[in-house]
């Protein structure tokens, strides 16, 4: 008796725009969905500065993935990150805490997204974090709020005046936005909080080795950002560049070839980005060819070359100068989707494959938010700014939330802010400002592996090996490495903790 053929299968890398809305459009087809994500979450980036400002918490920009496809019955959602993509033998590896997963493909979509770029300076990292993720933005909400309650301890003046210093590197729509909402805070939220100095005393600047604000806008918008944003106290300083970041502040040179030191407690890194790895690893495997951010160049039709059953999109692909946005992803994951439910169509009627259309890119417009009733805005030729690009500004992003409940609750805390000065998320706690740092020296340590405590459990020499031989191995590995990292954490966060704790490294 013969075994009914399995439908065609299709594995998507990553749950952000690209990913998601490639599997949604996919609903229809006759194919079995995998959708591998290292997060259990897909998350709406563009709002991030506001969770790292206290607007918005993490569920509202945030939905859990498995369900936001839990009645799409062909899509499959598996945990973990993807550490080999095999191109000849069409295989997808990937790891989640140390159960490692092989999973074959007939068709793959590879939306991996970026992460922060510090051009070869990666220990500017330690001081100056970037805002990719959750943890990026809950860590920078504890670096900026503690920074003004630590200046409310110190009698000092320039170490106060240190605390109330704010770096942001970096003027594209992030910096500038980050910038816009610290000032904010600054300026009317926290007004009265403290007793012992004026909040309206910090200092916010906003750093960039270009020659204009928001120069993905033009001219005209980044000088009109530029104004708007000195109007609510932010100082800027173009074409300076950073040298040096440690926990004192900032090292730049200016345009004149000068350098300078700022003193500053919380540094923000927002200056660049660069493609998953995985770009590099696709193009060693194929004859295409990456770009100095690590994207890889793609056919007209998003594959890569020989691969015509591969597409990269989103952050990882470039063609034609396209921009990084998530429009982008959006787009092009859904046209990597309709090319697939098209073809498996056409095979499943035992029909020629349809010839593929050129991915074209539809600019939906460009826009950054400044302060309060005020923002910038690019669409085709037209530019706005002011009240009306406001508006366009809140309607763009709320009608791009995914989940309905999530855009009642941005609606509604944007109320509350709009009318009066109340930021609803504004708890921090240490682990938030500290746990990165600490894991990444914890990792540092695994690799090293030291010489346990008595009592402590070793960590693992190997674990990628060690923990893909049986269920057993894996469950007594797992645990063993859990346990290391739990009581290393707790040790590296008890040394540091006491009555005289002081963050020189927020």
Known sequence: MSQ??????????????????AAKSLRRAD??????????????????????????????IASPTRMLVKDQANVTVQLGEVTSIDLADRTVTSVHRGHTTLIGYDSLIVSAGARQSYFGNDHFAEHAPGLKTIDDALELRGRILTAFDQAELTADPVEREKLLTFVVVGAGPTGVELAGQIAGLAHRTLVGAYQKFDTR??????????????????????????????RIGVEIRLGTTVED??????????????????????????????????????????????????????????????????????????????????????????YAARQIAAEAKAATR????????????????????????????????IELHGWLAWMLWIAVHIVNVVGFRS??????????????????????????????NVLHQVRQAE????????????????????????????????????????????????????????????
């Open 4 to 21: 009914p053929m399995r439908p065609h299968r299709v594995v998507v890398i990553g749950s952000g725009f690209g990913g998601l809305f």
């Open 31 to 60: 194919v079995e969905v995998i959708l591998v994500s290292r997060t259990n979450h897909h998350l709406f980036q563009p709002l991030l500065y506001q969770l790292a400002t206290g607007i918005l918490s993490e569920g509202e």
């Open 201 to 230: 005393d910090a200092r916010i600047l906003l750093l960039d080795a270009a020659s204009d604000v928001l120069p993905r806008l033009g001219g005209d918008l980044g000088a009109e950002a530029a104004e708007a944003l000195e």
């Open 245 to 334: 970041v440690d926990a004192d502040g900032v090292t730049v040179k200016d345009g004149k070839g000068e350098r300078h030191t700022i003193a500053a407690t919380c540094k923000i890194w927002s200056a660049g980005v660069v493609a998953s790895p995985l770009g590099e690893h696709l193009a060693q495997q194929s004859a295409a060819a990456v770009d100095s951010a690590g994207r890889i160049e793609v056919q007209p039709d998003l594959t890569i070359p020989g691969h015509p059953n591969v597409f990269v999109v989103g952050d990882m692909m470039t063609r034609d100068g396209l921009p990084s946005v998530a429009q982008l992803a959006i787009q092009s994951g859904r």
């Open 350 to 381: 035992g029909k020629r494959r349809p010839d593929r259309a050129p991915f074209r890119y539809r600019d939906k417009g460009s826009m950054a938010i400044i302060s309060r009733f005020n923002a910038v805005a690019r669409i085709g030729k």
């Open 407 to 436: 855009r009642i609750a941005i609606l509604l805390a944007w109320m509350w802010m709009l009318l009066g000065s109340w930021r609803g998320h504004l708890t921090v706690t240490d682990q938030q400002i500290t746990a990165r």
């Open 447 to 506: 690799t090293a592996a030291p010489p346990p405590p008595d009592g402590h459990p070793r960590a693992p020499q190997n674990p990628g090996d060690r923990c893909v031989t049986t269920t057993e191995g894996v469950t007594a590995c797992s645990a063993q490495r859990m346990e290391y990292r739990r009581r290393t954490f707790r040790s590296q966060l008890n040394s540091s903790s006491g009555p005289n704790r002081s963050f020189p490294a927020v």
